[in-house]
């Protein structure tokens, strides 16, 4: 059974950092292109940020530079360090395959005031 536990959310202000972290259970997490997806509200859900099995990593533009994605095969954990946070950056953040392949976990909520 696939799980995805996303934590590490919570209420900042702006030019304040967040790290989140994924546990991932159940599939190949080691060989899994992995991404952080976020959803604001009346939003669709975007992917924000990719890691592949060898470690590259890809970015959405407007996170480029302020977020840094990485993963720890031994521990099935994924994170997303984020700083320089903005407003726009407020959303609900949630972990899974680059392609959103599993079913999604409860997410993890990050509200950064101005």
């Known amino acids: 059974q696939v799980q995805l536990v996303e934590s590490g959310g919570g209420l900042v202000q702006a030019g304040e950092s967040l790290r989140l972290s994924c546990v991932a259970s159940?599939?190949?997490?080691?060989?899994?292109?992995m991404g952080w997806h976020r959803q604001a509200p009346g939003k669709q859900r975007e992917l924000v940020a990719t890691?592949?099995?060898?470690?590259?990593?890809n970015y959405e533009d407007s996170v480029k530079g302020r977020f840094t994605i990485s993963r720890d095969n031994a521990k099935n954990t994924m994170y997303l360090q984020m700083d320089s946070l903005k407003p726009e950056d407020t959303a609900v953040y949630y972990c899974?395959?680059?392609?959103?392949?599993?079913?999604w976990g409860q997410g993890t909520q990050v509200t950064v005031s101005s």
């Open positions: 899974n395959t680059r392609t959103g392949y599993y079913l």
């Open positions: 159940g599939f190949a997490f080691s060989i899994s292109a």
């Open positions: 890691i592949f099995r060898d470690g590259r990593t």
